[in-house]
């Protein structure tokens, strides 16, 4: 097992973007799926970050833009929202999924959520779905957020909660580190956990400045018709799985994801089809 000794968030924030280049097509693919399993958390984050019809929105991290599309609605055609990602490829998905709604009140802009080409106190609120958790520095983009929101502005974050309450990814994850040898990721690396244990979202936002900083957990299962269903959502479009496996040779890849698919055969549920454990932690603070 090799244990990292340091992190170069350059090389990891290059890696990331090409990642999601490769993903993107697949990614906006399997939107249906990511809106029955994200939506209603996503409908939380919106309330907790009192969007309204009329409100200036920032998302960060939009990807492939189903949560833009929700905000968006939302803010009605008074209001407007700013879809920002790191990679172009699917931010473009965001942009003709926008289009093809009639949403004329969504732009988009290739951007660096830790350095945001943003005036200052220009958004009535900042949004980020399972975004935050991969920025080299959470912090900066955390400022950042801050910098760009009104007085009295507020920022939410959805995150996934602590590995044991993510089966679904954790489980693949664990096996993967193992085949490509990766040891335990160091303390303050980016990863799909890293804000996911009790009390470390509140208190990254309270460090950046937020104040009314809460939060809340909330369980999110994915469901699909079975394993191999899953095993297919998360070998297309799990970007950051591909970029642990990218060391191993075809042939070990291979032999990994079968590993992950016999795995996720723990969660299958009879007549119930597959209920994949995740929970969420949903946070919100005011400038």
């Known amino acids: 097992m090799t244990t990292p000794t340091s992190f170069d968030p350059a090389k990891y924030k290059t ?15 399997w939107g249906p799926v990511l809106r029955s399993w994200l939506g209603p958390a996503t409908e939380r984050m919106l309330e907790f970050a009192q969007v309204r019809p009329g409100c200036r929105v920032l998302d960060v ?11 968006a609605a939302r803010v009605g055609p008074g209001g407007s929202v700013l879809a920002t990602d790191i990679s172009p490829a699917i931010l473009a998905f965001a942009a003709a999924e926008a289009q093809r709604a009639g949403h004329t009140n969504v732009t988009t ?53 602590a590995a044991d309450k993510n089966g679904f990814f954790s489980v693949p994850v664990s096996i993967v580190r193992r085949a490509a040898k990766l040891g335990t990721p160091l303390p303050g690396q980016p990863g799909p956990f890293s804000l996911g244990a009790e009390g470390a979202i509140e208190a990254a936002f309270a460090r950046a400045g937020f104040r009314e900083v809460r939060a809340e957990r909330v369980a999110a299962p994915l469901r699909m018709q079975s394993a191999e269903e899953c095993l297919r959502f998360e070998k297309e479009s799990f970007g950051a799985l ?22 996720l055969r723990e969660f299958e549920r009879g007549s119930d089809g597959f209920v994949g454990p995740c929970e969420l932690v949903i946070a919100v603070g005011t400038k």
């Open 15 to 29: 890696a990331t973007r090409e990642q999601w280049e490769t993903t993107a097509a697949a990614w906006h693919r």
């Open 61 to 71: 991290a939009a990807g492939a833009g189903d949560q833009t599309l929700q905000t």
């Open 109 to 161: 802009r290739v951007m660096d959520g830790e350095h945001l080409d943003l005036s200052d106190a220009s958004f009535d609120a900042v949004i980020s779905r399972v975004g935050l958790i991969y920025f080299p520095d959470q912090q900066q983009a955390l400022r950042e957020m801050h910098r760009v929101l009104v007085p009295g502005g507020r920022v939410a974050a959805i995150v996934y909660a």
């Open 242 to 263: 591909h970029q642990m496996l990218s060391s191993l040779e075809p042939a070990e890849r291979e032999s990994t994801w079968a590993q992950v698919g016999s795995a």
